[in-house]
């Protein structure tokens, strides 16, 4: 607590706003668009890969978090006075740090699949100085960030292991899969066995049926690219860009739009945000791909 006190006597209304921007880095809509983004313009192989790593190592983290049952820094020390703008998002247990997971399964593997420096060295920046923001708002504790870089670090090395042997084990990726969805059931089960009605488990609850969900439509569109569509990602570069915004507008219009009308369908069940992500990664795997024909197609007319 020492180092966050410490931390808490320097803030500053400018390092106040700067921390809370980059610690945006570890939110749902930085995943949504790079994951995405590399999968339907850059290398599908990737974006599946990346997802995997993010996915198992948001499930393992969020898994641990249920079990260890943490409370925030300010709980545990009423002293501490967390930045208050950071508060609202720092939601289920402390221990340890979702947002720096998020970031490092991000960044991590996205630099494993680019293999270049200046991206390698772009993505630790960016994944330190998500750590350190968490810290620095007062909703982690060094020991939080700490867990959560180990558990990034041997998640992507497993990504990047597995990923080097599809060419030779083609069913890797459904080992990958069941692994995934394996992890998101684990935490869906633990947190309604053990949850109680307490709140953070309920969040925890929520971010299992999240997370089965977004495996599923994951698993589905993985298996089925490999065996029926086999979709492509070449285009002219500007017909790139509109591919990419026409489609992230309706990404984010499942992920956003489509909460309150969900809840309201299942009568405020988690299972909503079940069918949420499931429908989301369905989209972004399955339906829009099949559009990249045409996509495709535009760029060569006007040549």
Known sequence: MEVLHWLES???PFLDTLMGLITQLGEDL????????????????????????????????QLVKAVCKIPRPWVRDPSLKAVESAIPAATGYSFPSGHTQSVIGLFGSLSVFARKW??????????????????????????????????????????RWLASLEEKFPWITRLASVILVG?????????????????????????????????????AAWELDKKVLHFQTDAVWY??????????????????????????????????????????????????????????KLGKKEK
């Open 10 to 12: 320097i803030r500053s």
């Open 30 to 61: 930085v995943f949504t668009v790079v994951i995405i983004g590399t999968l339907w313009c850059l290398d599908k192989r990737a974006g599946f890969w990346m997802f995997f790593s993010w996915g198992l190592g948001t499930g393992i983290n």
């Open 118 to 159: 200046a991206v390698t060295i772009v993505s630790l920046v960016l994944i330190l100085l998500t750590g350190f923001s968490r810290m620095y708002l007062g909703v982690h504790t060094p020991a939080d960030v700490l867990c959560a870089f180990a558990i990034g670090f041997v998640v992507v090395m497993l990504m």
């Open 239 to 296: 017909v790139q860009i509109a591919k990419f915004l026409v489609g992230i507008l309706g990404a984010l219009a499942i992920q956003a739009g489509l909460k309150q009308p969900l809840l309201s369908l299942f009568g405020g069940s988690y299972v909503a945000h079940g069918v949420r992500y499931l429908l989301l990664t369905v989209f972004a795997g399955i339906l829009y791909p099949l559009t990249f024909g045409w996509w495709a």
């Open 183 to 219: 992890i998101s059931t684990a935490l869906l089960l633990y947190a309604v066995i053990d949850g109680n009605g307490e709140e953070n488990m309920l969040h925890a609850a929520e971010n299992g049926w999240k997370m089965l969900g977004a495996s599923i439509g994951l698993s």
